[in-house]
């Protein structure tokens, strides 16, 4: 018989799949792929099922002969190992990412004397409420909440970019660049108090208080799906932080991060041109035993952010903080530098990780943005955060639109470079 190969990259089966299985049952002996975890991400929605559930839900159907975990988004080790001489798939090739692949089995068939078999795509009412069920379940608090803890297991590197309105955080959730290497998206999101506070015109001070941002934090979880990284400045008393950890749990979010600092909170970028001060290690250990103490789920994570480099405090003072934060039941260690060379961050992330293999390292490269995700996870970095670009990107575009209004007394000019109101809906799901 012809082998027949089809990969399916979905935690439900709907009539569009088994349109597929039918198509490819009719040419020969089916062989289903189950994109793995790691590139479901890259390509897909994050799944709800594990790759093992979804191996068993494949097998279920009748005519599938042999199941197979494709390991990577474009088809060539498939072909190397499997050499189909047919691959079913779907006509569903209008998105650059699509295209990608779709470019990807033209040329892999071309090579191997195989046939691409198109189905025509499956999109009615019914397989949209199916898809829709599907994102809701993603968007409900318990679901989300357990995400990064996954997403540290799953991939070497989260990468995670700031959002501070559900307009961002739609930019953040559906933004997808293809070329002919892979697929790639952020995983998760960063609530910075930093990029709160300036979208409020307010100094980032802390004046913002906390119902104000989880106001922004229910903008953006009302639309999006992926999780939450919570930028909790210093924490407040720690008598006041306990009720910000159980409100936080209780919302989805998936992490807060507080900074050992304890006063007036001013930017770190500002290091030591102003006064700032370190909290005692005790303090900041108290603080974060008693945040753990009041969580009710084993998802939610309190990443200890550590200020000494930044105060210039020394590389000794930074690991004697991280090791005894961890100690106290931190989940986490976030290291920050307000150094253009990422020389002191690669240092302490080895020097950590010499001792420690487990503990998730997160980084912010806003000074030392040369350095590349794939050199950070090489020193055991985790967690990446691209902590304010959204911001710093929308200040100057719109502030050049403003001043060419202004110079010409007409929006022409400026128009050709502005999104258009049609693609800025069409960015936006209706019900």
Known sequence: MKKVYTCFCTDVIHEGHMNIIEKAKSLGEVTVGVLCESQMIRYNRFPIKTTEERIEMIKAIPGVSNVIVQNTIMYDEVFEQLKPDYVVHGSNWNSPSMQVIHNNLLSLTEKYGAELVEVPYTYNEKVKRIDRQMTEKLAMPELRRARLRRLLEITSIVKTI??????????????VVADGEGIDQFDAMWISSLCDSTDKGKPDIELVDMT?????????????????????????????????????????????????????????????????????????????????????SDDFMIIARIESLILERGMEDALTRAFAFRD????????????????????????????????????????????????????????????????????????????????????????????????????????
């Open 212 to 296: 104000s941002r989880f106001r922004t934090i229910d903008d953006v979880m009302e639309v999006t799906t992926k999780p939450i990284i919570f930028d909790g400045d210093t924490g407040g008393l720690t008598e006041h932080f306990v009720y910000t950890v159980r409100s936080l749990e209780r919302m989805g979010v998936s992490a807060v991060i507080i900074e050992d600092k304890t006063g007036l909170k001013k930017n770190s970028l500002f290091g030591t041109e102003v006064e700032q001060t370190q909290a005692s290690i005790e303090d900041f250990s108290a603080k974060i035993a008693a945040g753990k103490r009041a969580q009710l």
């Open 328 to 431: 106290a039941g931190a989940d986490g260690i976030m290291i920050h530098s307000r150094k253009k060379d990422p020389a002191e961050i690669i240092e302490f992330c080895d020097k950590f990780r010499a001792e420690d293999k487990d503990t998730p390292i997160v980084v912010v490269p806003s000074s030392f943005n040369s350095i590349t995700e794939a050199e950070l996870a090489e020193h055991g970095v985790n967690i990446c955060i691209y902590a304010n670009q959204l911001m710093r990107a929308a200040f100057p575009a719109m502030e050049n639109a403003a001043k060419s209004i202004l110079k010409h007394h007409r929006a022409q000019e400026i128009d050709s470079e502005l999104m258009s109101i049609k693609d800025i809906i069409t960015l936006i799901d209706e019900i």
């Open 162 to 175: 700031e959002v501070h309105s559900g307009l961002t955080g739609l930019i953040a959730e559906k933004t």
